[in-house]
């Protein structure tokens, strides 16, 4: 990484991206006055600073006039034609708006995006580039390639190394062909090549083509001409069909002109063109790797009987990936500083794609945002098919009304107005200009946006108005010096968050404004003083629709968690939470320390207890190995660790240990908790309750309904498990798999095991499934382990030849006996069927067919299971046993009884 390239200063106490670039003449006339050095070293201040912008989000450019001009003045032409390549010849004014304040000149920059309704032939990248650095041949000229050429060429040469290496040691495509025979022995080049001496004057009988180009010798700085020029022209010639590169040939004459032997030596020019080739970046697709295959030759041009000088040709052979001249230039902002991209972080981002669902498994999800229309730095949100999409969400959560504006949650409105005097009239006060929008109040923005939460803030409101930028105000107890501080970042964080993950592609800033509250204080706004800049009337929100976009892509920000789907995919994928399950999250931790959270099979109940505990981290300021995450098995336990938010045990480990350092407990799975070593309730209840002034959070999540055996749990009775949450929206399953979990429910409560509550039961009447979703389920019955074997290989090898990856399957059997009863065969049918090999549950992360126990995989999910012979000691929980078996299943479900 190049230091000079991290030196432009950035301002982190305004509530966006700003960046200071110095001094810098503007006003065409100005600007042509300057040296061309100094014109240029302004230039690429301002360049550098754009394109990070555009791929950061979006932000401003701020400049001091080093003209002294007073009057309104223009950027200049050269200036405004640099930022129009760097957004690839679009409307200047899309991404870019100035404004000019005294002697201080800003630029505002929009984030880079693609067209959400794409022109015939357009193309946005995803990302902004001042060069891609590849180039190809065309015709006799060595082109730069465009974003979108690079896009093209990249991809195809992707396929072509897959298509390969699936065919290996097929016949050379057509393009190889071609390529062989334009530097075979039958190119007259080659004969050139192969000489040792040539006549001085001679005239090549051979023009210039895409595979051959001429070059003189520059008459001073030799070698650096010549290495220079290696760059651009290896580059092309790699990239395309390979050729030759003469130095010392007149282009229009085709005359052998050389280079005086006085001026030149061989051994050292060789030398100086091997370092300049080494240097080329190089990209593989391809499991060989080789370099790049390139030869040069000095030939000695002589003048009748006497040396005279030097010809040089390189020859290049097609290159089997891709060669860059050097790498990319391409900026982001990274933490401080605005830096050049890598060529691996600019080839990741160019080549960034909505992931690739196998068919039937894409049906089962709906797009929320895609990356083809998103700016930079986003991901993919999908939610599964028949869940409320972004715009309803949106209308539920955070609804525009027509004319007037709405406070929301109107439950939370009450509650600080109630408890804090005057705050209505404050906030009253600070709206009232605004006639649409909605004002969205929170106890703590920072913590909504996975900031810690600062003691002394009453609340945070959000205006989202029209004809007004998004207004961030904070409300202060007391005035404080870190009161501005914490608006201003909570004010840049969300901005940051609605573009770089919410997808917003508007014009968008947000102003950070901070009350006081205190009798003693004049209740009066103090402006951000990080905000003296005017930004555009672009930047308002000009009606409901834009309201509406805007607080879509705020759903995504306080709703979009890492969705289990990732790792299957290899790629990061959000998915939403419902807004049942949002409103349970949105939950005052203070006044909720305790909670006993009732969740249906599928229902999400694993992940709102992650999110949780990110939450407490924020609310509490306390470190991950402060909260405590307890289940029953160990495959449940290790997968939550990974996530590195907290300190995971089973309960065995719970009950065996000291925890003196931990604060919070989250329980989940806890119906299938057992008494055996102790009251773990208790013992929970001691710990998270031991700081009088300031008792830690215990949150419970658990389903009777998948209770798998029937000794005492030791949950305190269905009465006593107060406060109480519900979860009865069912997001996992199938149809054609929920219909079977509904059917093992109705005949558990017509005859439920002794310890169900009965009271537990009427959940299944409030019971919703989010209906839409294809899959299958199978039950097979009277099958010797033989056929079971064979069929679960058979059917995992159709699933594999249809996109899906031996990750995707589990294979589920009763107990830890009948893992190791299954094991050798399974493992034999599987490698016979190129399937791959077995894991237990233990390695969720492994490209694996998992086999373990229904039990062990509690809590777990895939989209194919296999469930063998489910069975238990008493047949009064076996309904039990195969709701926790089948709710696993996400898609495919199959059952040998």
Known sequence: MEAN???????????????????????????????????????????????????????????????????????????????????????????????????????????????????????????????????????????????????DFLKTKEIESKYNLINEGSPPSKIMKAVYQNISDSNPAYKVFQTDTIEYGEILSFPESPSIEFKQFSTDHIQQYVENIIPEYISAFANTEGGYLFIGVDDKSRKVLGCAKSKVDPNSLKNVIARAISKLPIVHFCFSKPPVECSTKIIEVFRGKELYGYLCVIKVKAFCCVVFSEAPRSWMVKEKYVCPLTIEEWLEKMMDADPEFPPDFAEAFESQLRLSDSPSLCRPVYSKKGLEHKADLQRHLFPVPPGHLRYTPESLWKELSSQHEGLQELINKQVQPFSQGIVILSRSWAVDLNLQEKPGVICDALLIARNSTPILYTVLRELDAEGQDYCTLTAFTLKQNLVNLGGYTGKVCVRAKVLCLSPESSAEALEAAVSPMDYPASYSLAGTQHMEALLQSLVIVLLGFRSLLSDQLGCEVLNLLTAQQ????????????????????????????????????????????????????????????????????????????????????????????????????????????????????????????????????????????????????????????????????????????????????????????????????????????????????????????????????????????????????????????????????????????????????????????????????????????????????????????
């Not at 550098?48 to 003045?73: F, H, Y």
């Not at 509690?858 to 012979?869: A, K, Q, T, W, Y």
């Open 5 to 151: 390239h991290c030196s432009l200063g950035m301002d982190l106490s305004y509530p966006d991206l700003v960046i200071d670039v110095g001094e810098v003449t503007l006003g065409e006339e100005n600007r042509k006055k300057l040296q061309k050095t100094q014109r240029n070293q302004e230039k690429a201040r301002v360049i550098r600073a754009a394109c990070a912008l555009l791929n950061s989000g979006g932000g401003v450019i701020r400049m001091e006039m080093a003209n002294k001009d007073e009057r309104p003045i223009e950027m200049g032409l050269d200036l405004e034609e640099s930022l129009r390549n760097l957004i690839q010849d679009q409307y200047l004014q899309a991404f870019f708006e100035t404004k000019q304040q005294g002697r201080c000149f800003y630029i505002f920059v929009k984030s880079w995006s693609g067209d959400p309704v794409p022109k015939h032939g357009s193309f946005n990248s995803r990302i902004c580039s001042l060069s891609t650095s590849l180039y190809c041949r065309s015709g006799t000229s060595v082109l730069p390639m465009s974003s979108r050429k690079a896009f």
């Open 582 to 897: 949002y409103e349970i999250f949105s939950k005052n931790l203070r006044k909720n320390r305790e909670l006993f959270v009732h969740g249906l099979p599928g229902s999400g109940k694993t992940i709102m207890a992650m999110k949780i505990m990110e939450k407490i981290r924020n609310v509490f300021h306390c470190e991950a190995e402060r909260i405590l995450y307890v289940c029953e098995n160990q495959p449940l336990r290790n997968f939550i660790s990974d996530k590195k938010i907290c300190q995971a045990e089973t309960r065995k480990t719970f009950m065996r240990e000291y925890f003196d350092h931990i604060q919070h407990i989250i329980i989940d799975e806890a119906q299938n908790f057992r008494t055996e070593d102790g009251d773990w309730y208790g013992k929970a209840k001691t710990i998270t309750q031991r700081e009088k002034d300031c008792p830690g959070v215990l949150w419970i999540f658990l389903d009777y309904f998948q209770t798998s055996h029937l000794d005492c749990s030791g949950l305190p009775l269905l009465s006593a498990q107060y406060p109480r949450e519900e979860l009865t929206r069912v997001v996992r399953n199938a149809d054609e798999i929920a219909e079977y979990i509904q059917q093992e429910m109705q005949l558990i409560i017509e005859n439920p095991p002794v310890n169900i509550p009965h009271g537990y039961l009427a959940i299944l009447s409030e019971a919703k499934w989010a209906p839409g979703v294809s899959g299958n389920k199978k039950i097979i019955k009277n099958w010797t382990m033989e056929q079971i074997v064979t069929f679960v290989a058979d059917t995992c090898r159709l699933f594999i030849e249809r996109g899906y990856s031996p990750k995707d399957v589990a294979v589920l059997v009763s107990t830890t006996r009948e893992v190791e009863h299954y094991w050798h065969e399974l493992s034999k049918a599987l490698r016979k069927k190129r399937v791959g090999c077995l894991s237990d549950a233990s390695d969720m992360s492994s490209d694996r067919v998992i086999l373990d126990s229904v039990r062990r995989f509690s809590g777990l999910e895939r989209n194919i299971v296999f469930g063998i012979h489910p069975r238990t000691t008493d047949p009064a929980i076996l309904p039990n046993i195969l709701i926790c078996l089948a709710s696993r299943a996400k898609q495919y479900l199959y059952i040998f009884l």
